[in-house]
């Protein structure tokens, strides 16, 4: 992988050796290790069922890299699944699935941190829809290490899987190894409670709170040739996100601690758009909504003019995510002149990971 260049202002200029590594061979335990669990392996399989998310807004990207996880965030889980069934074995760990040397690599991440010195069974399915900003890799992992966590008694709490998962957030490379990439937690803290959640640097859980409960959510796909994964990814989030984070982060923390943590609380949806619509043109998401061309604003616009009351994208994009109270007709209604299409109905996951044994 290159060596990447992050620009923050006219004195601010790093470089970042993006280095490769095979699978389970930088586990990073975050000191649990030091501690002894008692495990307790489960008999039959155990099967944990995850939420996709759509991921609102960083709150600063300047606090993150990816070998650094944080920056704080906001999102929500939806009602699009991810489900990973583990069972124990003696010793080998065999994988069924496509994206293999990401759960290897946190299958010995695991099994360093608490002790555990078998191995296992594991199978995922994964979401439908990948690298368009609904989260498959945080929802896959949250997934994983909720089934093997379990599979071996429990001895971490959620607090620490997600720590666990933050600090070892990898993505595959072209060469068959992985490279540490982004994570704010946001992802796995939706997915594993449900409902909104907000970040804090370092992976702290600030609050968590259902969300639009019984809306309907719309997922619409814009057409781009723009990709939002790799080295492009790194391009974006890195230079320009983080310039404009400069000058805008307070701004966004005042929205999210004064304004959408509020109306939250009431229930008040509306309100919580508005307060959305002003982020996505504040720091790093008006970068992320730029790399797609001012074209995602044309159609973010044009939605919000026809009255629905919740409209972003999710992450990196170009996923748009449309919460509201009107059906799908209305809303095909609204599309049709623009071009778009629905590309999944769903709703808010209130619920967050559904944990089943056999």
């Known amino acids: 992988m290159p060596v990447m260049r992050i620009r923050g202002g006219d004195l601010d200029l790093v470089e970042y050796d993006f280095k ?38 960083v709150l600063d990207m300047n606090r993150f890299a990816p070998d650094h996880p944080g920056g704080g965030g906001v999102g929500f889980a939806i009602q699009c699944y ?10 080998t760990t065999a994988i069924e699935y ?14 360093k941190s608490v002790g555990y010195s078998g191995g296992f069974r594991i199978t995922v399915n994964d979401l439908d829809h990948k690298h368009v900003g609904l989260g498959s890799t945080s929802t896959m992992m949250i997934a994983v290490a909720t089934a093997l966590n379990h599979a071996v008694g429990s001895p971490l ?7 666990l998962i933050g600090h070892n957030y990898v993505e595959e490379t072209v060469d068959g190894k992985i490279a540490f990439g982004f994570e704010t937690g ?16 370092e992976l702290t859980l600030i609050y968590h709170h259902p969300f639009a409960k019984g809306e309907n959510v719309y997922i619409i796909i814009p057409p781009t040739a723009i990709s939002s994964a790799g080295t492009q990814e790194f391009d974006l989030l890195m230079n320009k ?26 229930e008040d949806l509306t309100h919580a758009g508005n307060v959305l619509w002003e982020i996505e043109f504040r720091g790093s998401k008006r970068a992320e909504v730029e790399h797609h061309s001012f074209e995602i604003y044309h159609y973010m616009s044009r939605l919000r003019e026809a009255g629905l009351e919740f409209v972003g994208m999710s992450s990196v994009g170009p ?15 609204i599309l049709k002149p623009l071009g778009l299409s629905i590309a999944i109905a769903t709703k808010v996951d209130n619920t967050g990971l559904e944990i089943q044994e056999a």
């Open 20 to 57: 490769t590594f095979a699978p389970g061979t930088e586990l990073k335990t975050i000191g649990l290790e030091k501690e002894r669990f008692r495990l307790q392996l489960a008999k039959g399989k155990v099967t944990v069922r995850a939420p996709g998310r759509i991921h609102l807004s």
């Open 186 to 201: 946001v992802g796995p803290a939706a997915s594993t409670h449900g409902g909104m959640a907000v970040m804090g640097d």
């Open 98 to 111: 496509s994206r293999a040397p990401l759960i290897k690599n946190f299958v010995e991440v695991f099994k």
């Open 82 to 91: 991810c489900t990973a069934t583990v069972e124990c074995t003696k010793k």
């Open 157 to 163: 709490t959620n607090n620490q899987l997600r720590k």
């Open 319 to 333: 996923s748009i995510a449309v919460v509201t109270k009107q059906d799908r007709k209305s809303l095909e209604e």
């Open 241 to 266: 996100a983080r310039t404009l984070d400069y000058r805008d982060r307070e701004l966004k923390a005042y929205f999210f601690l004064m304004d959408l943590i509020p109306a939250l609380e009431k």
